[in-house]
């Protein structure tokens, strides 16, 4: 299969690529680790005029600690996170994520960036990036801001992005002491999207109460959903096992999923159930000390 | 676009379309066919090449963005006539049938084998993961990656 022609830009920096894409207005793409753009485009699903190549931007490329927050760079690959000895240390969630996004292949050239800008809510790292209260920074003809997570989804495939704007980065908030976190999908097999797909984080207080909760859900509604109602139930309470049955209960009861070849909708809100007790207790364990 | 790489360690260089793909640039330009097309929808790993020796799907990657990069195909494994021990083990353990996914599943080895020299089953398994055979049932060629690394571990004691 052929892609539509396309003008292809490759800048050197963040603020040529910015100035292109305000040139170059709504019929120009920023081209990323193109695992998910490139197969739309030979199926001409999105037939773009222009491309603005990104891979030649040194600087968008990082994992690091700083100011309390780590950062990514927009352009990390999902194998640069798999293989961070930072992110598989203190960053358990994340390095659960990067594991089963697509296949090994396409996760040496997928990018954290893209896989959040391209808002699929079939994606795996908005999930995640939800339950660790993320916030991303955008840059573009105007300068940089900073966008939380929260605000960042704004339909399926569409994000608080402007056309001229490029994800830099995303920063998430470096994990306190007792604090856990994990990412459990089910999927039909490897590279399959996730029939449904549970991201938990938990910080427990000295009490042994849940000082705060993250939960994120992958592909059970037109977005990535922040399953609020859930993380309040837990919020301030003991995570025992009756506790967590009720917010997995919860969790499940936010998911909006669609029937498709990979379940009915009863099937998928049960998984959401099942998954998100699943993720917390590793959570719990996680934070508790274990791996 | 007036593109130069490096392909199997020898310098090329291609006026190319923008649009054209680097599995196509391979194949058809470069006339290097041992690098298939299978699903061309980046699901089976039959295009993998090495990219700066990162195993990646040559169907979904445009051949300018391997301007100025260094290109392996399944072409570059053998050397001075010699197969590469991944390309024996496949031939002693019966790591083929129709073949088809063959050079995918070589150079996505190929790559494992040089970060991870001493894998598990398991470990193989994964990093192979994104390769489809059909023929298989993936026994034989697993079999064919553990004969690969036993001999590479014996060449470098």
Same mark, same amino acid.
């Given at each position: 299969m052929i892609p539509a022609a396309f003008d292809y830009h490759a800048p050197s920096s963040i603020g040529e690529a910015t100035a292109l894409? /305000?040139?170059?207005?709504?019929d120009a793409k920023v081209l990323s680790g193109g695992q998910s753009l490139i197969p739309?485009?030979?199926?001409?699903? /999105?037939?773009?005029?222009?491309?603005?190549?990104i891979n030649g931007i040194p600087e968008l490329s990082y994992i690091r600690e700083s100011d309390g927050f780590l950062r990514i760079g927009g352009l990390t690959r999902e194998a640069d996170l798999d293989e961070s000895e930072l992110i598989r240390s203190r960053y358990p969630l994340l390095h659960d994520t990067c594991k089963v996004i697509a296949d090994p292949l396409v996760r040496n050239l997928a990018t954290v960036g893209g896989n959040l800008a391209h808002a699929d809510p079939a994606n795996d790292h908005p999930a995640a990036m939800l339950a660790l209260g993320a916030e991303v920074t955008a840059a573009g003809g105007k300068g940089r801001r900073r966008i939380p997570i929260t605000a960042f989804f704004t339909g399926p495939f569409e994000t608080a992005l402007a056309q001229d704007e490029i994800l830099v980065e995303v920063a998430i908030p470096m994990p306190s002491a007792r604090s856990g976190g994990a990412y459990v999908k089910?999927?039909?097999?490897?590279?399959?999207?996730?029939?449904?797909?549970? /991201?938990?984080?938990?910080?427990?207080g000295t009490s042994g109460t849940c000082d705060q909760v993250g939960i994120g859900l992958t592909n059970v509604g037109i977005t990535p959903i922040k399953a609020t109602a859930a993380e309040g139930?837990?919020?301030?309470?003991?995570?025992?096992?009756?506790?967590?049955?009720?917010?997995?209960?919860?969790?499940a009861d936010a998911s909006q999923p669609s029937a498709d070849l990979r379940g009915s909708v009863e099937y998928k809100k049960?998984?959401?159930?099942?998954?998100?007790?699943?993720?917390?207790?590793?959570?719990?364990e996680r934070a508790g000390g274990g791996r | 676009m007036h593109i130069k790489l490096s392909i199997n360690g020898e310098k090329r260089e291609a006026d190319v379309e923008p649009r054209l793909l680097l599995v196509h640039l391979i194949r058809e330009v470069l006339k290097l066919t041992g690098t298939h097309?299978?699903?061309?929808?980046?699901?089976?790993?039959?295009?993998?090449?090495?990219?700066?020796?990162?195993?990646?799907?040559?169907?979904?990657?445009?051949?300018?963005?391997?301007?100025?990069?260094?290109?392996?195909?399944?072409?570059?494994?053998?050397?001075n006539g010699k197969l590469h021990p991944l390309q024996e083990g496949f031939m002693a353990e019966h790591g083929l049938q129709c073949g088809y996914c063959t050079p995918g599943m070589l150079m996505t080895s190929f790559a494992f084998l040089q970060k991870h020299p001493t894998p598990s089953e398991d470990d193989i398994r994964h990093a192979i993961s994104g390769n489809l055979c059909r023929c298989t049932g993936y026994v034989n060629i697993v079999k064919s990656v553990q004969h690969a690394a036993a001999k590479l571990q014996e060449g470098r004691a």
């Amino acid at each position: 299969m052929i892609p539509a022609a396309f003008d292809y830009h490759a800048p050197s920096s963040i603020g040529e690529a910015t100035a292109l894409l /305000a040139q170059l207005g709504e019929d120009a793409k920023v081209l990323s680790g193109g695992q998910s753009l490139i197969p739309l485009m030979k199926l001409r699903l /999105a037939n773009p005029r222009h491309l603005v190549d990104i891979n030649g931007i040194p600087e968008l490329s990082y994992i690091r600690e700083s100011d309390g927050f780590l950062r990514i760079g927009g352009l990390t690959r999902e194998a640069d996170l798999d293989e961070s000895e930072l992110i598989r240390s203190r960053y358990p969630l994340l390095h659960d994520t990067c594991k089963v996004i697509a296949d090994p292949l396409v996760r040496n050239l997928a990018t954290v960036g893209g896989n959040l800008a391209h808002a699929d809510p079939a994606n795996d790292h908005p999930a995640a990036m939800l339950a660790l209260g993320a916030e991303v920074t955008a840059a573009g003809g105007k300068g940089r801001r900073r966008i939380p997570i929260t605000a960042f989804f704004t339909g399926p495939f569409e994000t608080a992005l402007a056309q001229d704007e490029i994800l830099v980065e995303v920063a998430i908030p470096m994990p306190s002491a007792r604090s856990g976190g994990a990412y459990v999908k089910l999927e039909r097999k490897v590279g399959d999207f996730a029939t449904a797909a549970v /991201a938990a984080h938990v910080v427990l207080g000295t009490s042994g109460t849940c000082d705060q909760v993250g939960i994120g859900l992958t592909n059970v509604g037109i977005t990535p959903i922040k399953a609020t109602a859930a993380e309040g139930a837990l919020k301030g309470a003991r995570p025992d096992e009756a506790t967590i049955k009720r917010v997995a209960q919860l969790a499940a009861d936010a998911s909006q999923p669609s029937a498709d070849l990979r379940g009915s909708v009863e099937y998928k809100k049960d998984m959401v159930r099942v998954l998100t007790a699943r993720a917390l207790r590793k959570a719990l364990e996680r934070a508790g000390g274990g791996r | 676009m007036h593109i130069k790489l490096s392909i199997n360690g020898e310098k090329r260089e291609a006026d190319v379309e923008p649009r054209l793909l680097l599995v196509h640039l391979i194949r058809e330009v470069l006339k290097l066919t041992g690098t298939h097309i299978g699903c061309d929808t980046t699901h089976c790993g039959a295009c993998t090449v090495l990219l700066d020796g990162r195993a990646v799907k040559s169907c979904t990657l445009f051949a300018v963005q391997a301007r100025d990069r260094e290109i392996m195909t399944v072409e570059g494994l053998e050397q001075n006539g010699k197969l590469h021990p991944l390309q024996e083990g496949f031939m002693a353990e019966h790591g083929l049938q129709c073949g088809y996914c063959t050079p995918g599943m070589l150079m996505t080895s190929f790559a494992f084998l040089q970060k991870h020299p001493t894998p598990s089953e398991d470990d193989i398994r994964h990093a192979i993961s994104g390769n489809l055979c059909r023929c298989t049932g993936y026994v034989n060629i697993v079999k064919s990656v553990q004969h690969a690394a036993a001999k590479l571990q014996e060449g470098r004691a």
